[in-house]
């Protein structure tokens, strides 16, 4: 029987953390982030912390503009993060999922603050600006809980199979209509892709000539000689 007054000695051999954990977390950030954090100023909207009346297109826009960046370099960090969890004291994919859900709870509390602002009508009360880290921090915790998913544990998922995720609504559509609908719905896309960037980078109107603008500012007589 073993001597209860001996410390005890972890057998456990030190892992190496599963491989391309910050890559992981980019792909996975580039497709969940900015949507996530979209969401949660449409959910502030609804409680009144900031303008109900922006359409959820353009709040898309905004967070993307504003908070993509940050957004997606932090899930590729706690991508990392999640990863070496994994192989820790506790370690396994649970731990990665808490670790990283409790992080990217901190890090998306002040990613919704900053894709709040461009939006308008902040609360000019405490309890408004209450609520938004609250939400960010739930908008986080469902982040956090994806990425920890895809970059932690003892059987990671490979760089394709994270690559495929954004691939597999375009599988399902595949399967559920017709490859003629399938067109239509690729072309109407398109056009409304391409009416949303021209209406964000659409120049200012272009000022009339000079010689035009004098034709316009002399008298009617003056034009008839």
Excluded: Y
């Excluded at 456990?12 to 954990?21: D, F, I, S, V």
């Excluded at 308008?120 to 915790?141: E, K, Q, S």
């Excluded at 932690?152 to 399967?175: M, Y």
């Amino acid at each position: 029987m073993p001597d209860s007054t001996q410390p005890l000695v972890s057998t456990r051999l030190p892992t190496a953390p599963p491989r391309w954990g910050f890559f992981k977390g980019l792909l996975t950030g580039s497709v969940i982030e900015v949507p996530a954090l979209a969401v949660g100023v449409w959910l502030l909207g609804r409680l009144g912390a900031t303008d109900p009346s922006v359409d959820f297109m353009r709040i898309i826009r905004l967070t993307a503009v504003f908070a993509g960046i940050a957004a997606v370099l932090t899930a590729a960090g706690i991508g990392r993060r999640a990863a070496w969890a994994s192989v820790d004291a506790i370690g396994g994919r649970k731990h990665a999922i808490v670790v990283a859900a409790r992080t990217h709870a901190a890090a998306s509390a002040a990613l919704l603050i900053i894709a709040t602002i461009p939006n308008g009508h902040l609360p000019d009360h405490a309890r408004g600006w209450i609520v938004i880290p609250i939400v960010g921090a739930l908008v986080g915790a469902a982040c956090g809980v994806v990425v920890g998913a895809v970059c932690g544990g003892a059987a990671p998922l490979r760089i394709a199979d994270v690559v495929a995720i954004a691939r597999t609504p375009g599988h399902a559509l595949s399967q559920l209509l017709d490859p003629k609908d399938l067109v239509k719905l690729g072309t109407r896309m398109r056009s409304k892709t391409k009416q949303m960037f021209q209406g964000m980078f659409d120049p200012a109107e272009k000022r009339p000539d000079d010689d035009q603008a004098d034709k316009t500012d002399k008298p009617d007589h003056e034009n008839r000689d």
